[in-house]
């Protein structure tokens, strides 16, 4: 890379530290080419929401972000091994696309989350007793879409890898937030609404139940935590793409009966704005596992399905 720079001699050979110059150099490069995205720089509220320790470009638009999954992560159960919960990925991939803004054309406004795929192997997520889970995502940026020179939409594709080993991919595609709809703001979370317990819908906590029963036994999006620190940080004004997957994903497995470890596949497509309160899950079966319809004032907000391993 370098044409013909030789450490032929003891000032070349050893220039700092006994390292050569081209190994100098080559750190430099390095350095030059990996950000290290603070929990401010990609818009976190706290730094204990940080997942992504590092970020760098491997290629014109390939990169690797390292990460860690914390034991004590607000969404994993309490024991060890740890099991991980499968939005702590996803969210891992949000933060890289939060990251990777500055790899891209100045947006037009914020760009947030607005389909996911996830698919897991096999063998799911990985399980570690110690502090934190250290994961390599090897990303690709691409569909960059831009308008009068603004970037509009672009996607991320992700594979997970943990000791070397893939377990998981990831893509999200990130485009304007669709706007709140005058007819389709939402109601009040009706009176007498029954929330089932944390484990029937594979939550850890009773505060991350994000579903309720109305009275006439329809599913109704109603967080426990208004506030809660992942699925609505920041006390958004919608519900945000996260959530929306993750009441999926509970609505299946509280209809189905089936545990978290069950799950192998997980999407969502947002179509609108999701109110917060006033819109409904809906679940129909299909070849391939549960889907579901979140809807607010009759119209289709989002869809989505949920991949399960076979009963």
């Excluded at 996607?155 to 999200?172: E, K």
């Excluded at 669709?178 to 029954?194: K, N, Q």
């Excluded at 999006?221 to 999926?248: K, M, N, Q, T, Y």
């Amino acid at each position: 890379m370098y044409g013909a720079t030789t450490c032929g001699t003891a000032a070349t050979d050893v220039p700092t530290g006994g390292r050569s110059t081209d190994s100098v150099r080559r750190s430099a490069d390095r350095e030059a080419s990996e950000d290290n995205p603070t929990w401010r720089s990609i818009g976190l509220a706290t730094m204990a929401a940080m997942l992504v320790v590092s970020l760098r470009r491997v290629g014109s638009r390939a990169f690797e972000a390292r990460c860690q999954w914390p034991r004590f992560h607000p969404l994993n159960e309490r024991h060890l091994p740890v099991s991980h919960h499968p939005l702590i990925m996803v969210e891992s991939v949000r933060q890289v696309a939060m990251a990777l803004a500055a790899h891209l054309p100045p947006s037009a406004g914020d760009l947030e989350p607005v389909s996911v795929r996830l698919g897991l192997s096999g063998g799911g997520l990985p399980l570690e007793g110690g502090d934190a889970t250290d994961v390599l995502l090897r990303v690709a940026l691409g569909d960059v879409e831009a308008e009068d020179g603004r970037c509009v939409a672009y996607r991320l594709t992700a594979d997970c890898l943990h000791a070397g080993q893939r377990f998981a991919s990831c893509a999200m595609r990130l485009a304007r937030p669709a706007p709140h709809a005058p007819d389709a703001l939402g109601t009040a979370s009706p009176p007498g609404m029954l929330y089932p317990s944390a484990a029937a819908v594979g939550a850890a906590a009773e505060p991350d139940v994000l579903l309720a029963r109305a009275p006439q036994g329809r599913m109704a999006i109603a967080p426990r935590d208004p506030g809660h620190p992942v699925f609505l940080a920041g006390r958004p004004s919608c519900v945000p793409a996260l959530a929306v997957l993750e009441a999926g994903r509970q609505a299946a497995l509280l209809c189905c009966g089936r545990p978290a470890s069950a799950i192998r596949g997980l999407s969502v497509d947002l179509h609108g704005a999701v109110p917060l309160l006033g819109a409904f899950v809906e679940l129909s079966s299909s070849p391939l596992g549960p889907r579901f319809a979140v809807l607010t004032a009759g119209r289709v907000a989002a869809t989505g399905g949920v991949g399960l391993l076979p009963a």
